[in-house]
């Protein structure tokens, strides 16, 4: 894989933990200098930072709620400041609450466009003069399998996630070529968000995944890195896949 200059930044949103400290880690590996953003986990993100930097990368933590335009523009133009330029955005904020149609309310909805979606437009807005400036940049989107396969209890999850396969796209031929635009789907992936639900049906699940197992975090981060690289160049406007083999296209 094509080693990424050092003095190039990369954001990762709601990075603090799961897949998006992962993708931090495999980025700094890869040769950013790393933004990691959170906004509540402020110990577990500084965590990730020290990690990253005990390993010799370079990392900074950053607070903003990625909803608020301005503090997304701050962070931005930090991290741009820190590290001599913007070269990747990942986007992976992302919230997920089960509701059924008949239980879902205005605010649900709502809150999932807002909490899944509006971020990415306003993390590729902010971040889209700087990564002009580079001979290349990449963006890469944590969608789901459920935008894909659909949910029987997360409507407004899977409508949002889907939402975010079609920024993807639009950006994708709006940004070519010089930015590339793409978006990973995973299936069930070992983090606290599926705690709850592996620690109840674990077997159940796992048996409805070719794979037989889930994945694990770095699993997911390490195709981002790929994405993220010089050497992915020739891939936008694509959603991977990456879920055990549950859905397939």
Same mark, same amino acid.
């Given at each position: 894989?094509?080693?990424?200059?050092?003095l190039h930044?990369?954001?990762?949103?709601?990075?603090?933990?799961g897949?998006g %400290?992962?993708?931090?880690?495999?980025?700094?590996?890869?040769?950013?200098?790393?933004c990691?953003?959170?906004?509540?986990?402020?110990?577990? =993100?500084?965590?990730?930072? =020290?990690g990253?930097?005990r390993?010799?990368?370079? &990392?900074?933590?950053?607070?903003?709620?990625?909803?608020?335009?301005?503090?997304?523009?701050?962070?931005?133009?930090?991290?741009?400041?820190?590290?001599?330029?913007? +070269? &990747?955005?990942?986007?992976?904020?992302?919230?997920?609450?089960?509701?059924?149609?008949?239980?879902?309310?205005?605010?649900?909805?709502?809150e999932?466009?807002?909490?899944?979606?509006t971020? %990415?437009?306003?993390?590729?807005?902010?971040?889209?003069?700087?990564?002009?400036?580079?001979?290349?940049?990449?963006?890469?989107?944590?969608?789901?399998?459920?935008?894909?396969a659909?949910?029987?209890?997360?409507?407004?999850?899977?409508? %949002?996630?889907?939402?975010?396969?079609?920024?993807?796209?639009?950006? =994708?031929?709006?940004? &070519?070529?010089?930015?590339?635009?793409?978006?990973?789907?995973?299936?069930y992936?070992?983090?606290?968000?599926? +705690? &709850?639900?592996? %620690?109840?049906?674990?077997e159940?699940?796992?048996? +409805?995944?070719?794979?037989?197992?889930?994945?694990?975090?770095?699993?997911?981060?390490?195709?981002v890195?790929?994405?993220?690289?010089?050497? =992915?160049?020739?891939?936008?406007?694509?959603?991977?896949?990456?879920?055990?083999?549950?859905?397939m296209?």
């Amino acid at each position: 894989m094509t080693q990424t200059p050092s003095l190039h930044g990369a954001i990762v949103t709601g990075a603090s933990r799961g897949i998006g %400290a992962s993708i931090a880690r495999e980025l700094a590996r890869l040769g950013y200098g790393v933004c990691v953003n959170y906004l509540a986990s402020a110990d577990a =993100a500084l965590e990730v930072v =020290a990690g990253i930097e005990r390993n010799g990368g370079r &990392a900074l933590g950053f607070r903003a709620d990625v909803r608020d335009a301005a503090a997304v523009r701050e962070m931005v133009d930090r991290t741009a400041a820190a590290y001599g330029g913007l +070269r &990747a955005l990942v986007n992976n904020v992302g919230v997920s609450k089960h509701a059924t149609l008949e239980t879902l309310t205005l605010e649900d909805w709502s809150e999932a466009i807002a909490s899944n979606l509006t971020p %990415a437009f306003v993390a590729c807005r902010a971040a889209l003069p700087h990564l002009r400036r580079e001979p290349w940049g990449r963006i890469v989107s944590i969608a789901s399998l459920r935008a894909l396969a659909g949910s029987e209890h997360g409507a407004h999850y899977a409508a %949002a996630k889907a939402g975010l396969i079609g920024l993807t796209k639009s950006l =994708a031929l709006e940004l &070519a070529p010089q930015i590339t635009v793409n978006a990973v789907a995973p299936g069930y992936t070992r983090t606290d968000l599926t +705690r &709850a639900a592996l %620690a109840r049906d674990g077997e159940g699940i796992t048996a +409805r995944i070719p794979a037989r197992r889930v994945a694990e975090p770095r699993e997911i981060a390490r195709l981002v890195a790929f994405l993220a690289s010089e050497d =992915a160049g020739y891939i936008t406007g694509e959603t991977i896949n990456q879920n055990g083999g549950v859905y397939m296209q």
